[in-house]
Nanobody, 119 residues
Framework: QVQLVESGGGLVQPGGSLRLSCAAS????????MSWYRQAPGKERELVAT????????NYVDSVKGRFTIARDNAKNTIGLQMNSLKPEDTAVYYC????????????WGQGTQVTVSS
């Protein structure tokens, strides 16, 4: 029973901050690279940030570099996304994603959490 459960979304003003969290269960968390994706209304799903299974490597889409930080805690089976200096264009449903480093077809998704940046 694999589960990825996102939390922390909400409404925030431009320039504000939010911290998203994803709790994983039902699989060996340390064997999976983890990512945050987002999908805005009328737009395609976009990869926002990725962290390697050991947490040594991170990657970000250009539009969030310097503002967002992805992290993982392999002892707690969680990942986070610290989002600072939020902009209206960050408004989207944010999804947690897990991909096995050993078997790439083993991919899991969370249910998503809404982030709205508006005045």
């Amino acid at each position: 029973q694999v589960q990825l459960v996102e939390s922390g979304g909400g409404l925030v003003q431009p320039g504000g901050s939010l911290r998203l969290s994803c709790a994983a269960s039902g699989f060996t968390f340390s064997n999976y690279a983890m990512s945050w994706y987002r999908q805005a209304p009328g737009k395609e799903r976009e990869l926002v940030a990725t962290i390697s299974n050991g947490g040594r490597t991170t990657n970000y889409v250009d539009s969030v570099k310097g503002r967002f930080t992805i992290a993982r805690d392999n002892a707690k089976n969680t990942i986070g996304l610290q989002m600072n200096s939020l902009k209206p264009e960050d408004t989207a449903v944010y999804y947690c994603n897990a991909k096995s480093v050993w078997i790439s077809s083993y991919v899991y998704w969370g249910q998503g959490t809404q982030v709205t940046v508006s005045s």
